[in-house]
């Protein structure tokens, strides 16, 4: 170090500090009459080991170089409280890490007066992108300009605390595309208002894969919401409105609509709502519309209400078998642990299908209610499918009202209504046997059609009962009650015939000879005679 002292003047004219790494050269001027001190300097030191050696270790404690960094700066410093300060400078990097995420290249130029801050001309290189940025942090007055293509998750620890889980639910094959111009009063967050866009190539969100997204982003009080927002998948689009608001806690969705498949949308929503629509299999992704609030971080204020058109139908698996809905419309709306399905309907078997539900999303609490309606379905079809019988013909219109707990259809309780018209009831495996029977006793009627079949049922630990089971047939009537154990394959069941042939009047007095017994299997039951 070189000075001297002249007219009330320190003048250093060489400084020089020396290390392994590189050098400090700088010059400075002070004046006992202002009280100011003017210097200059340029740095090329190991600066770990600099501030480490006055005590300001951890300052880059989290920063580590392997190569010096560049400081180029210059700038005026009072001693006296009339005074102000002032620094102007460059600062460069080359190849370093930052908490674990590595960059090849940091540059900006800065300038500071004591209450304002100016950095401009950032440029942040990795090997996935580039970040540029201007910054001004003034009282009452911060402004950030950003464009970057650098992978957000490497410098997530730039964003705000609570937005940076979010940003850890994002995997990135290519960095996105990202430009923000942000105002506020303070550089805290709260404060920022901005808006920008936001583009990305292929993208996993939650563990869900999309081809592209797209939005303009916006800023306001704690809140980032992306309008004109455009998702696209394999089988098809979404658009909308999305807000994260992280001072809320919550996501708020506005008519985003997707032609989309609803378990991954709903997976991107919230991953608690995923299992209430995964047994809804759609053969083609459905049309979703989507409105409402989903809290999270504990809140109870969720309520998002979707709307579904699927034209090429669903399969729905109830009782054990699989029901192929076509035409499918309803009204899902999910609440704080609850989930109510309204406007249910749908085509089934060449019949329509109507329904509603409520059902618990309740940690330890898996209870529902529900009720279903069909008219006019095609009873072959039905019966094909649960009896794998493929003869019986006719027409069935029905109700249901049960409840029950998650999937275990034993706990399934309910009470209902079924009806046939124009049915060879007889012809179901259930009944089949009683037709050669019958044939015997009165020739020529064993498969007659019934015009009309009804029965009022009630369901309870997997048994369905009936009490006045009735068959109206154009030569016999069938009364009956009894048990059918669907779930357990048991039949325990009675049943009179009433002849409607001429001279039917006449058999009326020995109709005890005409009631039946159903025991055994429902698939092969044993049907027999109960008075011999």
């Known amino acids: 170090m070189s000075a001297e002292w002249i007219g009330q003047k320190l003048t250093i004219t060489q400084c020089e500090w020396r290390d392994d790494a590189g050098s400090f050269d700088g010059r400075a001027i002070w004046s006992r009459q202002t009280g100011v001190a003017n210097f200059q300097a340029r740095s090329t030191l190991d600066l770990k080991s600099f501030l480490s050696a006055f005590g300001f270790d951890q300052l880059l404690s989290e920063t580590t170089f392997t190569t010096p960094p560049l400081l180029d700066f210059s700038g005026t410093f009072p001693f006296g409280e009339e005074s102000t300060r002032s620094v102007i400078g460059r600062i460069a990097l080359e190849n370093f890490t930052y908490q674990k995420a590595a960059f090849t290249k940091l540059s900006a130029d800065f300038s500071w007066d004591g209450s304002r801050t100016m950095v401009r001309d950032i440029h942040l290189q990795q090997s996935s992108g580039e970040l540029s940025a201007d910054l001004l942090d003034a009282p009452n007055d911060f402004r950030l300009n950003v464009d970057s293509t650098i992978n957000p998750t490497d410098i997530s620890m730039l964003a705000p605390q609570d937005f940076r889980p979010f940003l850890g639910e994002w995997e990135w094959t290519r960095p996105p595309a990202i430009h923000l111009i942000i105002r506020g009063s303070s550089h805290d967050p709260a404060t920022w208002k901005g808006d920008g866009t936001i583009a990305t190539d292929r993208t996993r969100f939650r563990g869900v894969w999309m081809n592209n997204a797209s939005a303009k982003v916006h800023f306001a009080d704690g809140a980032m919401t992306y309008d004109n927002l455009r998702v696209t998948r394999d089988e098809g689009v979404g658009t909308g409105s999305f807000a994260y608001d992280w001072a809320k806690h919550e996501v708020r969705l506005t008519n985003v609509q997707t032609s989309l498949r609803p378990s991954d949308v709903i997976y991107w929503i919230d991953p608690k ?41 669903m399969n ?166 009894g048990d059918i154990h669907f779930l357990d394959d048991k039949l325990d069941f009675d049943v009179r015939i009433n002849a409607n042939v001429p001279g039917g009047v006449v058999l009326m007095p020995v109709y005890k000879l005409f009631e039946y017994k159903g025991e055994g299997s429902l698939s092969k039951p044993n049907w027999h005679p109960k008075r011999f």
């Open 316 to 481: 729905y698996f109830f009782l054990g078998k699989t029901l192929p809905l076509d035409r499918v419309k309803a009204r899902l709306l999910f609440t704080d642990d609850r989930l109510r399905l309204s406007e249910v309907g749908g085509a089934l078997f060449s019949g329509s299908l109507k329904g509603s539900a409520d059902i618990s999303l309740a940690r330890n609490d898996q209870h529902y209610k529900a009720n279903l309606s069909v008219t006019g379905v095609d009873f072959p079809m039905l019966t094909d499918l649960y009896f794998k019988f493929h003869t019986a013909h006719g027409r069935m219109d029905g109700n249901y009202d049960f409840t029950g707990i998650g999937d275990n259809a034993r706990t399934m309780e309910g009470s209902g209504k079924i009806q046939v018209t124009e049915g060879d009831v007889f012809a179901i495996p259930i009944f089949g046997p009683l037709s050669e029977l019958i044939s015997h006793l009165i020739p020529g009627t064993g498969y007659s059609v019934a015009h009309n079949a009804s029965a009022d049922f009630i369901v309870k630990d997997g048994v369905a009962h009936t009490g006045d089971f009735k068959v109206s047939g154009k030569l016999f009537g069938m009364i009956g009650h």
């Open 273 to 313: 709502l995923f299992k209430p629509v995964a047994p809804y299999k759609f053969r083609q992704p459905p049309k979703l519309i989507t409105n409402g609030v989903v809290q999270f971080h504990g809140g109870k204020n969720t309520h998002l209400e979707i709307s579904v058109d699927a034209p090429k139908g």
